[in-house]
């Protein structure tokens, strides 16, 4: 393995760390702190009886500065690890599952660390940190002749178009997460509401956000794949399934868009259809490996 790419795996191994401390310590600061009070009553026997009980309460600051400043980490990591097997690749790193993954986690927690400095919510850390570091499980799982520079298969050379379809893909998704990420938290609050989670209200604002944010880079995923695919196959739409999952996933965000604009829909229901479309995205994104297609090469990502 070349320096350089060692390098890039030596950061994004940096990263993968930085990820979990950071999602764990937003978990511990979303969930609050436990208070245990003992209470003692006095029997009209003249016997004594303890009682127990627990209830949550909010978390100390700190503790979501910690997960913060490891997500800030993360995405530094991340994306010098990108930075510096670009430079050893000598073309754009978006060429394999190894490489494409490694950018939807440095997308990813950028989308979050921006959401959390317009929101001022780390709360939602505990979600979208989570996604980010089950994705960083995925990459290490991969195939380790992956982390080497190979040579690009003749399907993906296709120049700029491939470095703006698939990385408007990767922007979609990592948004969009974000949007997965409120959903959760939404569902919690207003079913619940613990004192410790921001308001239902602002999850549904956030959730809306991100999808207004992402869903343009999904339909761009699809107008630029169109394209590619007709100078590549010789057509503009062949029902591939990786095509249509993601026509699918467009369709159900398209219907969150959609009812909640024109028919005023708020809420659980749409926090239904983000997760319901979230669920379409994962489909998406590892669906060539269960049904192949003219997607598939081999664990390459078009």
């Known amino acids: 393995m070349d320096g350089l790419v060692r390098f890039s795996f030596y950061l994004f191994a940096a990263s993968s760390m930085a990820i ?3 999602a764990i310590a937003y978990i511990a600061y979303a969930v609050g702190r436990v208070r245990v009070q003992r209470q003692t009553m006095v029997t009209s026997a003249g016997s004594t009886v303890t009682s127990m009980s627990a209830e949550f309460g909010p978390s100390v600051q ?11 980490f993360g995405a530094l990591f991340a994306g010098f690890a990108i930075l510096t097997r670009a430079i050893a690749a000598e073309h754009i790193v978006l060429s ?7 950018v939807f986690i440095f997308f990813t927690t950028s989308a979050y660390l921006v959401f959390e400095r317009i929101y001022g919510v780390r709360q939602l850390g505990a979600i979208v940190m989570t996604v980010a570091g089950l994705m960083t499980l995925y990459v290490w799982s991969l195939p380790s002749d992956m982390r080497e520079i190979n040579p690009v298969v003749p399907a993906l050379q296709a120049g700029p178009i491939m470095a703006f379809h698939v990385g408007s893909a990767n922007l979609a998704y990592s948004v969009l997460s974000v949007s997965f990420g409120a959903a959760v938290l939404f569902l919690i609050a207003d079913r619940w ?3 410790w989670l921001p308001s239902a209200e602002m999850l ?16 761009l995923m699809l ?6 695919a007709h100078d590549a196959w010789g057509t503009y739409w062949s ?15 398209a219907v969150y868009l959609h009812t909640r604009t024109l ?8 926090a239904y259809i983000l997760l319901f479309g979230f669920a379409s995205l994962i489909f998406t994104y590892y669906g060539n490996y269960f049904f192949g297609g003219l997607h598939a090469y081999g664990g390459v990502k078009m």
């Open 223 to 228: 107008i630029l794949g169109s394209v590619w």
């Open 239 to 253: 029902w591939d399934p990786k095509e249509t999952a993601a026509l699918f996933a467009w369709l159900v965000y």
């Open 96 to 102: 394999n599952m190894y490489e494409y993954s490694l």
């Open 20 to 22: 979990w401390v950071s």
């Open 62 to 72: 700190g503790v979501g500065r910690i997960g913060t400043m490891m997500a800030v």
């Open 263 to 270: 028919r005023g829909w708020r809420g659980r229901r749409s």
């Open 193 to 195: 509401a613990p004192r």
């Open 204 to 219: 549904d604002d956030i959730a809306f956000r991100a999808v207004t944010v992402g869903f343009p880079f999904l339909s």
